[in-house]
């Protein structure tokens, strides 16, 4: 089985959002509401989708503005990687209030990430990779062919690591960690266009 992959780019800083769905299910996973909620809840209704779970790769405040409408209008847990659960909690931590002058504090996760996890979806599964470095609690989600990789690796780029939580050196390991993954995995970041691990291992100047 084959996930379909929907994407939406929202929010002030175009974040990318990713609806990865069952198709014979219906059963979807959302990554990342960072913002344009209305949109997406009609959209996971024009296409008939069952929120299952939502699921950040990290806590920064343009990956999670459309969270809490999401939350409530679908029930969907939330899920992230603990080392970034005090980012939920302090706007100044997941930038909200320096970035948008707003204290954005959502609601604690109902379940947590770790290394190697893998989460049930349809008749699939995604497997989480922690992926320090742009926060302590980034992780990316490995979905069939699919690497969500949020904010640690980019199109020819890499996340920025002068955030509270960011390191340098924890980035860099990540970023050759994933592009170390076997196969020429479709690459869906957290910002910016698509690319294939087979195109970063080549161009993308970090990791060489």
Do not use: W
């Amino acid at each position: 089985m084959a996930f379909k992959v929907y994407k939406y780019t929202v929010g002030s800083l175009g974040t990318n959002c990713y609806f990865l769905a069952d198709p014979e299910t219906g059963e979807a996973a959302v990554i990342d509401p960072g913002g344009e909620g209305e949109l997406l809840l009609s959209s996971l209704a024009e296409k008939g989708l069952t929120v299952k779970m939502i699921l950040l790769t990290h806590a920064h405040f343009d990956h999670m503005m459309a969270l809490e409408m999401l939350r409530e209008a679908t029930g969907a847990p939330l899920f992230l990687h603990p080392a970034d659960f005090p980012l939920l909690a302090d706007g100044e931590k997941n930038l909200s209030l320096p970035f948008s002058g707003e204290n954005l504090t959502p609601e604690k996760a109902e379940g947590s990430l770790a290394e190697g996890q893998t989460l049930a979806l349809g008749s699939g599964s995604i497997t989480v990779l922690h992926t320090p470095g742009h926060t302590e609690g980034s992780v990316c989600f490995l979905a069939g062919e699919e690497l969500f990789s949020g904010d640690t690796l980019f199109r020819e780029s890499i996340g920025r690591y002068d955030f509270p939580g960011g390191n340098y050196r924890e980035l860099m390991k990540s970023a050759a960690r994933l592009a170390a993954l076997p196969g020429d995995l479709h690459l869906l970041p957290g910002h910016g266009p698509s690319s294939r691990l087979s195109h970063e291992r080549i161009y993308n100047s970090y990791l060489q």
